[in-house]
């Protein structure tokens, strides 16, 4: 099992001096990698349905940051220059925001200066309102502007004369360079758990990146197992080879609790970490991603050592 955390979007702990101080300390005790979400806009007034939430909303979630949200690659550009093992993870990108080419230049050469750390995980996105705001394609075609997107974003790093002919990106006789580090390209990780996303991470993914652990979005190891079976029968129909195709959940860690008298996964005592951490790895799960944050950074740091001392490093 490889390990990861949730970088700080927001409050005291998104401040550059504890912000480094969390990421050097996710390198100096062997976490596999650290991830960065992303949004770019806060609208004030929300409707869409936040997915993670049991009510929908974004901001009873305490998700919101207030609108905080540091840019993505900008904060992870500069982390990389600061640390020197740990990989670099946009959990997730929501695809559709950027323009594909530039952004396929920021990611290259993310990982050229990084020599080979970045990792791209990659969303559809959900708040309608911000596609609007950012004057993006329609939100409804979104997923379709995704798998676009990330086609052309793997001709641009593998292809020393790309051609891309889409509905929604068209480039050809261009020269793109630098190409990524990583070959063939950068693996790139898809988040979501509707079917549309396990038919992408078969289709184009290295890695399937959902959400669990939490109230709204469980994902016990038997619901897990039921959609990799359909992820194994997509890659097989898109002539892949299933067992190239990671998972990685991003779970949070719960220090103690209950809910419903039912001891949430990942809560409780080391040992009964450690154990669910052996439940999921046996239904196949590769890497899991901890949410450590608190709203005192020191905090968070020391529980990623606890979590390095009882949990990393027996398992």
Same mark, same amino acid.
């Given at each position: 099992m490889e390990y990861g955390f949730y970088l700080p979007n927001s409050g005291a702990g998104?401040?550059?001096?504890?912000?480094?101080?969390?990421?050097?300390?996710?390198d100096r005790l062997s976490f596999y990698c650290m991830v960065m979400p992303d949004h770019i806009l806060q609208p004030n007034k929300v409707n869409s349905t936040y997915p993670y939430s049991l009510t929908g909303d974004i901001l009873e979630a305490g998700q919101s940051g207030d609108g905080e949200w540091p840019?993505?690659?900008t904060t992870l550009a500069w982390l990389a220059g600061?640390?020197?093992? &740990? +990989?670099?993870?946009?959990?997730?990108?929501?695809?559709?925001?950027?323009?594909?080419?530039?952004?396929a230049k920021m990611l290259s050469t993310l990982d050229m200066l990084s020599k080979g750390r970045l990792i791209l995980g990659a969303g559809v996105g959900w708040m309608e309102e911000e596609f609007e705001l950012l004057d993006t394609p329609p939100f409804a075609e979104r997923g379709a502007v995704t798998n676009e997107y990330l086609e052309a974003f793997i001709e641009l790093w593998t292809k020393d004369d790309p051609k891309f002919e889409g509905k929604y990106v068209n480039f050809s006789d261009i020269t793109f360079l630098p190409k990524p580090v990583q070959k063939p390209y950068p693996?790139?990780?898809?988040?979501?758990?509707?079917?549309?996303? &396990? +038919?992408r991470a078969a289709r184009l993914g290295?890695?399937?990146?959902?959400?669990g652990a939490i109230p709204a979005a469980?994902?016990?190891?038997?619901?897990?197992?039921?959609?990799?079976?359909?992820?194994?029968?997509?890659?097989?129909?898109?002539?892949?080879?299933p067992s190239e195709i990671q998972v990685s959940?991003?779970?949070p860690l719960y220090d103690s609790g209950?809910?419903?008298?039912?001891?949430?996964?990942f809560s409780g005592s080391a040992d009964e970490v450690r154990q669910d951490v052996q439940i999921y790895a046996d239904v196949g799960v590769t890497h899991l991603i901890f949410d450590f944050r608190t709203a005192d950074p020191h905090q968070t740091e020391d529980r990623m050592a606890q979590f390095a001392e009882e949990v990393m490093a027996v398992t």
């Open positions: 998104v401040q550059p001096d504890a912000l480094a101080s969390i990421a050097k300390q996710g840019e993505q690659i600061i640390t020197e093992r &740990i +990989r670099l993870v946009t959990s997730v990108m929501i695809i559709p925001y950027r323009n594909p080419i530039l952004t693996p790139i990780w898809i988040g979501g758990q509707s079917k549309p996303a &396990i +038919r290295n890695c399937w990146h959902p959400v469980p994902l016990e190891p038997e619901e897990l197992a039921e959609n990799l079976v359909f992820l194994h029968q997509y890659a097989e129909r898109a002539g892949r080879d959940v991003k779970a209950s809910s419903g008298g039912t001891r949430r996964r």
